[in-house]
């Protein structure tokens, strides 16, 4: 039971580091676009609508996909004052908890409403209103869905990590010298 918690939580946490390499990927794509853009508009002054706008779909991607991995990192934010303060056992209670009754809630209403906002995109085959800009507006608005499914996918390893530190499975997270 104890390594298939451990065991469960690490595949878990792979899903997520690749969401955040996926998010590294669509960041050094934004670097390469607004460089191009740079480029473009001041040496040969000419711009581009849709490359403008891919800066923004991208941007908002990483965005978006990044939280799943901030959530395994532990980077969220938190009002560490009490927090900190607590036991391993009440802060795991409280991290699965929270992911329970405020997370997953959060995933599933925006992710909801996600899928009805991009279908509607979709449905109407929504493009840009300038001139030159992106069509399949659909795509983009897809991306909050499926990146609050990748937060939701994350958030499972985020509650079997609380369970096994709980257990003391494992050492509080951050700490790398606990041996069971």
Known sequence: MRSKLIRAEQVFNRFSDWIGTFSAVL???????????VVMRYLFND????????????????????IAYTLKSDGHVRVDVIYERLSVKKRAIIDILGT????????ALVAGYGIGFAYEAYDINEVSGD??????RWL???????????VLISSIGFVLRAINEYLGLQPPHGHETFQP
């Open 140 to 150: 983009i608005k897809g991306m909050i869905c499926a990146s609050l499914i990748c």
């Open 100 to 107: 329970l009754f405020f997370l997953w809630p959060f995933c």
């Open 47 to 66: 711009v581009s609508i849709g490359m403008q706008e891919l800066e923004w779909h991208l941007y908002s991607m990483i965005f978006l996909f990044g």
């Open 131 to 136: 001139p030159g800009g992106l069509p399949y």
């Open 27 to 37: 960041l050094l794509l934004l670097v390469l676009n607004v460089f191009y853009d």
